[in-house]
Structure formats: structure tokens, C-alpha cells
């Protein structure tokens, strides 16, 4: 998501459609920070109180999975690109099924961050550095992408698109709903979810009622508009809309997919939904309604992607841009008599409503993992050696949202106006070539150790990051961050279908050679026992620090 341009001419009627807007979003920002008033320690502010019933849990978790980049992007590609789209709905609601085979093990190991997971394998602080090391390479980058959102969003309803207006929306914005995460933590993070999913599924019921209206119900009627109405209706409906020819093509659109399908489940702001269910049955079921919830909104997404292929054709949704990312909101205008009618104008503000609610959701969870990765894993665990009270921890963790929101506005700010859409990519892989594989082997290989973890994580987020810089998405093309330069020697635009089978082989590879490592050593053995026990009995380990390392026999002098 980069932030297209969704013009609204201003009249009467768009300033109260806009003091509307203001007026609802003040509500809910209120509603978040007052249903957590009764948070007194660090882990509430984690992972709340972990009394949501599996219902509710499964709204929360569904609406983590409704960020703009979902429904921006897959309305969008679905438009300009038909059957792509739909395969890349698809790979996201497969990601839910990753999410499944983890849920168990992952709320067992009574964790709340993702350097807690990760040293059930490896205790020390290691695996804890190299949990906020991921974090943070996978929270900064998405969090930028949202708050770009939110900042072109704001200024599309002002009516004045420029570049200039929308960082100043992305500060307002920004500001306010950082401050929400300071002051709400988890629970009132849960209300927003729910809130999200629950607006979000309400504004495009009625768009796609609006649609199936405009086309008199005729699905065929619909999808052969929708071909018609694309640059190649010989290949609208076909694989290969987006890649092109060749096999180096292909070889990028399936490392996307598979970087979808294991990068959305291992999301940050993903986990800690977990994190916050009740109990192992609560977060599979939780699972299970997440993944029904997420499969209508990816159905309705795709249906009207086909409605604005259809209505504005392809020209019309790029309009001069180089995303089509701003499809979503031109239909719901289209739809309901364009930008001089009011009921468009509402149907555009109701659009614009759902998406910020998807933005506080998001932008809540980023902040609130970034949080534990630095209060809980690098502050408690590793700089105070766990020795910091419980009262200052929580200073620590609302002063770390309060940290990371700012770095991450002023660097939405600067990315504003540029080709920064790849950053929203660039999490997913990270969260796909590092936090997947390590989960994997942690909790299904028992000799997973710490080598291993350090290979995975290390190795996994350095090759993304560096396959991405050498990359089309950097330099080397007109939709490049850096158009004017060509340092691209890299030919693939997504690096996951190589990153990833590489996070899973230097994993294996590293716990080859910590096994040798521990077998010539005389200091402490790992323990990994820990994790096998949790799954076997589905009783929970003692935590690493209390678990007593086994000193090998000392050689004779």
C-alpha cells in the first residue's frame, strides 16, 4: 500500500461527511482507552486478561488480519490483474492454517513476546535479542506502510490529495493513534479488533449489496464486464496476469504467495493475538472463526474488484498512478452516483471509516509487539537480567510505543509521496524467512537448538533485507523508491522463494553443528526437552530461567 490519490471535491456536504469522520474517530479512540482503565501490570498491558471467549477472540484475530494492505491491494490486483488477486486472497486465508498447526503450542508456552517463544529452545538472552531484532524488522517497515495510509486516507476527505497535505495527516493521525496505544495496551486493543472486523464486514456488505444492484444480481454478467474492462481480457481471467512471461517471473509471484501464506500468520500483531486467548481449545476454535470471518471478507474483496474492473476499467483505477491500491475507495464513490452526490460522499467516508478502524487495529498490535520486544525481551530480560520491578517495566512499555510510534511517523512522513508500497512486502518476507521457520523447528524438530535459532533468525532477516535492497522494488525502475538510480542486480522483486528455503536449511545446518559444538564442549548443555514435554503433555514448561542446565562430566587433567 503506497498511498494512492482519491481526490474528493470539497463542497457542503463533504464537510459534514469529514466532521462526521472526526467525530467517529474521536469515539473510538475514547471507547479503546477507556475499556482498558483497569490494566495494572506489564502482562496485562501484553496480552490483556485473557478472559475473551473464543467468539470474541476469533472477531479480535480477524480484524489483525484486516489491514489496508488487505483490502486495498486485493481489491485492487483483483481489478486490474482478476484471476492473481484471487490467488492472492487466497494464500492469505491459507496463512490462517499455518496459523492453526502453531495456536496450540504457542498459547501452551504461556508466552507474551516472541523472544518468550523462542528461548524455550535456547534460554538465554541470545534468542531474546534475536526475537526484538525480528520484531522490529517486521513491525517498523508494516507500521510505516499503515501510517501512510491513514495519512493519504485523511487527506482524500479533505479534498486536498497533495503530497504536502497528506504528511500532515499522517502526523494528526499518527499522533492520536499512538497516543491510544500508550494509554490502552491489550484490552482496549481487543475492543478495536472487534470494532474493526465488525465496521469493516458492515461497509462492504453494503457496498457489494450496491454492486450485485448495479449488475441486476448476474454474477457472469459481472465478470464479463470485469474482463472487458482490463488492458488483456484474453488473460483477465487466467494465471499470470501480473507476472508476465518467463520463468524468473514466475519464480517472484510464487515467492510472494508462499511469503503470504507463512508471513501473515507469523506476523507480529498476529501472535499476540494469540498470546491473549484463554486457553489451548479457546485459540484453536479462535482460529477456526478467524479463518470463516476472513474467508467472507477476502470473497467480498474479490467480488468487488471484479464490480470497479467492470465499472472504471482498468485507466480508470491507475488514473495516472503506478498502484491501483485506490480502487476500493473510487467504487464505493462510483457506486453510489460519484463524488457531486451525497450518498456517494457518505458511501466514501463509511469506506474511509472501516479503513481507519483497520489502521488503529493494526497500528495498535504493531506498536504493542514492538513494545514487549523491547520493555520485555531486550529491557527485563537482558538489560536489567530480570531484576526490574513490574510497575517499571510498565513505565518501560508504554514509553517504548511511545518511541517506536514516533520513529515510525517521522519515517511515514519522509516516505510519503515515494514508491514505499514494498515495505508492507518486505514484513511479510521477513516475518516469513525468519519468525516461520524458527516457530517450525521450535515447537516440531527436537534437535532445534540454539545455533539453529541464531542461523534462522539472523540469517533469515539479513537475506531479506539485502535481497531487497539489491531489488526492482529499490532502484532500477520507474516504481522504485529510488527511480533515478540502478543498483538492482538483483532480478526478483520478492525474495521469499529464495529466503525462505534458506531460513529453513541454515537452521538445520546450525543445529548440525551446535550439537558437534556441545558434544567437544565442557561448559553447559541446552536443555530442549522443554518443548517436547509441552507437546506431548500439553503441560506448560517451567520458564527457561528456572530450568536447570546439565553440566557434562569434566575430562581428567
Not at 470474541?56 to 480477524?62: F, H
Not at 487466497?90 to 528461548?119: D, K, M, N, Q, Y
Not at 512486502?425 to 519468525?435: E, G, N
Request: proline letters at 4%.
Amino acid at each position: 500500500m503506497t498511498g494512492g490519490t482519491w481526490q474528493l471535491a470539497v463542497s457542503g456536504s463533504t464537510n459534514h461527511v469529514l466532521i462526521g469522520f472526526m467525530l467517529f474517530m474521536m469515539l473510538t479512540l475514547f471507547l479503546t482507552v477507556f475499556s482498558s482503565l483497569d490494566e495494572h501490570s506489564a502482562r496485562e498491558f501484553y496480552v490483556g486478561d485473557r478472559t475473551s471467549a473464543a467468539w470474541k477472540s476469533g472477531l479480535a484475530l480477524a480484524g489483525t488480519f484486516t489491514s489496508t494492505s488487505l483490502l486495498l491491494t486485493v481489491t485492487g490486483v483483483v481489478a486490474t490483474a482478476g484471476f492473481d488477486g484471487i490467488t492472492t486472497a487466497t494464500s492469505i486465508f491459507l496463512s490462517l492454517g499455518v496459523l492453526l498447526l502453531l495456536a496450540r503450542p504457542i498459547h501452551l508456552s504461556g508466552a507474551c513476546t516472541l523472544g518468550e517463544l523462542l528461548s524455550l529452545r535456547a534460554p538465554g538472552t541470545a534468542p531474546r535479542i534475536a526475537a526484538a531484532v525480528a520484531t522490529l524488522a517486521v513491525a517498523g517497515p508494516f507500521l510505516v506502510v499503515q501510517l501512510m495510509s491513514a495519512g493519504s486516507i485523511t487527506a482524500s476527505l479533505l479534498g486536498f490529495p497533495g503530497v504536502g497535505v497528506q504528511k500532515i495527516c499522517t502526523v494528526m493521525i499518527g499522533c492520536l493513534v499512538v497516543t491510544c496505544g500508550v494509554l490502552s495496551g491489550a484490552k482496549g486493543l481487543t475492543s478495536v479488533q472487534v470494532l474493526a472486523v465488525t465496521g469493516t464486514g458492515t461497509a462492504l456488505f453494503v457496498i457489494c449489496a450496491y454492486a450485485l444492484r448495479a449488475f441486476h444480481g448476474d454474477i457472469d454478467a459481472l465478470i464479463g464486464a470485469a474482463a472487458q474492462g482490463s488492458t488483456d481480457p484474453s488473460r483477465f481471467l487466467s494465471p499470470g496476469g501480473t507476472i508476465g512471461i518467463g520463468s524468473s517471473s514466475s519464480l517472484d509471484f510464487a515467492g510472494g504467495q508462499l511469503a503470504l501464506v507463512l508471513g501473515s500468520a507469523c506476523m507480529p500483531h498476529v501472535l499476540n493475538r494469540v498470546y491473549a486467548m484463554k486457553d489451548p481449545a479457546t485459540a484453536r476454535r479462535s482460529v477456526r472463526y478467524a479463518a470463516g470471518i476472513v474467508a467472507v471478507l477476502c470473497t467480498a474483496l474479490i467480488l468487488l474488484g471484479f464490480t470497479a474492473a467492470a465499472r472504471l476499467g482498468t485507466r480508470g483505477i491507475f488514473g495516472g498512478q503506478t498502484q491501483a491500491d485506490g480502487a476500493l475507495m473510487l467504487l464505493a464513490r462510483s457506486l453510489a452516483g460519484g463524488t457531486g452526490n451525497g450518498l456517494g460522499q457518505l458511501m466514501f467516508a463509511a469506506v474511509a471509516c472501516a479503513l481507519f478502524l483497520c489502521i488503529l487495529a493494526v497500528v495498535g498490535g504493531t506498536t504493542l509487539a514492538a513494545s514487549g520486544a523491547l520493555a520485555r525481551d531486550s529491557y527485563h530480560y537482558v538489560a536489567r537480567r530480570r531484576r526490574s520491578t513490574a510497575p517499571d517495566e510498565l513505565v518501560i512499555a508504554r514509553l517504548a510505543v511511545a518511541i517506536f510510534g514516533v520513529v515510525g511517523i517521522s519515517l511515514a512522513v519522509l516516505a510519503q509521496g515515494h514508491a514505499a508500497g514494498f515495505l508492507a512486502q518486505l514484513s511479510t518476507t521477513v516475518a516469513a524467512s525468519a519468525v516461520a521457520p524458527a516457530l517450525l523447528h521450535t515447537f516440531y524438530w527436537g534437535r532445534f537448538n540454539r545455533t539453529g535459532l541464531l542461523w534462522t533468525v539472523y540469517g533469515g532477516t539479513t537475506l531479506t533485507i539485502g535481497l531487497y535492497l539489491f531489488s526492482p522494488a529499490v532502484s532500477g525502475s520507474p516504481t522504485a523508491l529510488i527511480p533515478t538510480a540502478d543498483f538492482a542486480w538483483f532480478g526478483l522483486s520478492s525474495p521469499a522463494v529464495l529466503s525462505v528455503p534458506a531460513a529453513f536449511l541454515l537452521g538445520w545446518a546450525g543445529s548440525l553443528l551446535g550439537e558437534r559444538r556441545a558434544g567437544r564442549a565442557s561448559g553447559w548443555e541446552e536443555d530442549p526437552s522443554a518443548v517436547d514435554t509441552l507437546l506431548l503433555t500439553g503441560r506448560r514448561p517451567a520458564p527457561s530461567h528456572t530450568r536447570t542446565p546439565v553440566r557434562p562430566a569434566r575430562r581428567p587433567l
